[in-house]
């Protein structure tokens, strides 16, 4: 809960996607899990309350009863512990849980250095973009990270999602 609304922060190891949601659907709370398969190189997510499956990088419902329900994006961002203690001196952080998870360690690191995602063979995105180009998605645009350090902004001609 932040600010008395119920959340789900959601991280992708394998698409190193990092996305916040407000977990109420349909006047309810849910609570969400990770079934341990993969959709497009994306982990899927199921909640608790129905055993619907949810695609975590769209937040969208895809088996279930609350297929075709999309969850709220909140704002989210990434960033180094570094950079953020030093935004933050006084802020607080989840502790470890106390079963064994290695949190700062990504499993898929030699994912990152492939020319293609690994375990997905669909299409490649539009406009020659790589598919493990990282970028920033706002809504359904993305921009891609190399340009925004080149100019600095975000306009509106970024990549538009159909």
């Known amino acids: 809960m932040v600010g008395g609304m119920p959340i789900a922060v959601t991280f992708c190891p394998l698409c190193n996607s990092g996305i ?11 609570g969400f899990g990770v079934t341990g398969k993969l959709r497009n190189s994306d982990m899927i997510m199921y909640d608790r309350e129905t055993q619907s499956w949810w695609q975590q990088v769209e937040g969208r419902g895809i088996v279930g009863e609350l297929k075709r329900q999309v969850l709220e994006t909140l704002p989210t961002w990434m960033e180094s512990w570094a950079e953020f203690k030093a935004r933050n001196p006084d802020g607080l952080v989840m502790t470890q849980p106390t079963t064994y998870h290695d949190y700062g360690r990504n499993p ?19 406009h020659n973009v ?4 990282r970028v920033v998605r706002v809504e359904n645009q993305v921009w891609l990270v190399t340009r925004l350090r080149e100019d600095g902004a975000v306009t509106d001609n970024g990549i538009t999602l159909t």
């Open 20 to 30: 916040t949601f407000d977990r109420r659907v349909n006047c309810k709370n849910l």
């Open 108 to 126: 898929y690191t030699r994912c990152n250095s492939q020319q293609r995602t690994i375990l997905y063979s669909g299409e490649e995105p539009p």
């Open 130 to 133: 790589s598919s493990l180009a």
